[in-house]
Nanobody, 125 residues
Framework: QVQLVESGGGLVQPGGSLRLSCAASGSIFRINVMGWYRQTPGKQRELVASITSGGSTNYTDSVKGRFTISRDNAKNTVYLEMNSLKPEDTAVYYC???????????????????WGRGTQVNVSS
């Protein structure tokens, strides 16, 4: 089993910054893609940003230029630096990871997908 634990959420004023962290632990051989998603009540969970093990990144249009995703492969940790926050960024932010749990499964390209429990981000004055 693999566990993802997010931290760093909270209340911030518009224009402010927050840094989210997500640490993965457990039966990890290698992590492929890691990402951050967010969800507000009544809406579908949406991808915010993702990063491959090689460092290639992808962002949803609404956060480009404001958010930066990064990862530390040695620590199995992904970060989301959020700047110039807007009220519409308010959501529960979830960490996601695509994990190979053994060398054999990596060879077979058979990964498992895991979610964290989420961390609340509130942007309000």
């Amino acid at each position: 089993q693999v566990q993802l634990v997010e931290s760093g959420g909270g209340l911030v004023q518009p224009g402010g910054s927050l840094r989210l962290s997500c640490a993965a632990s457990g039966s990890i051989f290698r992590i492929n893609v890691m990402g951050w998603y967010r969800q507000t009540p009544g809406k579908q969970r949406e991808l915010v940003a993702s990063i491959t093990s090689g460092g290639s990144t992808n962002y949803t249009d609404s956060v480009k230029g404001r958010f930066t995703i990064s990862r530390d492969n040695a620590k199995n940790t992904v970060y989301l630096e959020m700047n110039s926050l807007k009220p519409e960024d308010t959501a529960v932010y979830y960490c996601n990871a695509d994990v190979f749990t053994s060398a054999l499964l990596l060879w077979k390209r058979r990964s498992y997908n895991y979610w964290g429990r989420g961390t609340q981000v509130n942007v309000s004055s």
